[in-house]
């Protein structure tokens, strides 16, 4: 018996060690198919400002990752926290750091699909 309370302990304290915010990281492929079957959604580049004016997917916004804390109360330009987010950047990793930290703000539909150098979609250059 003792030894059971001490499993159950143990189950419940490395529960609670679970992060409680997440973000899914998606392929390529799933954030295209998300855009063609979807209105409602907005495109978050999270690479510098100067990386997007020379080359961004179609109708996305830049919101740089080192302007994402975890302590904000929301990101400017991005008040719905439900809203459907797909967030990319050069190849993978900020937009991974920025996805994290936006679930650890409060968004709750967050899609990480990597970087612009594997995007076969179409891009445009400045503003």
């Not at 179609?58 to 919101?63: E, P, Q, R």
């Not at 990319?88 to 970087?115: T, W």
């Amino acid at each position: 018996m003792k030894r059971l309370i001490q499993l159950i302990i143990t189950v419940l304290a490395l529960a609670g060690c679970a992060p409680k915010y997440q973000y899914t990281q998606i392929s390529m492929e799933e954030a295209i198919a998300i855009m063609d079957e979807n209105t409602d959604y907005a495109i978050l580049d999270v690479r510098t400002h100067e990386e997007f004016d020379e080359l961004h997917i179609t109708g996305a916004i830049c919101i740089p990752n080192e302007e994402i804390y975890a302590d904000m109360e929301d990101i400017p330009g991005l008040p719905d926290k439900e809203q459907l987010i797909l967030v990319y950047c050069r190849s993978g990793n900020r937009s991974k750091q920025a996805s994290e930290k936006m679930a650890e703000i409060g968004y709750s539909n967050v899609y990480e699909f990597g970087g612009i150098i594997d995007w076969p979609g179409e891009t445009v250059s400045g503003n």
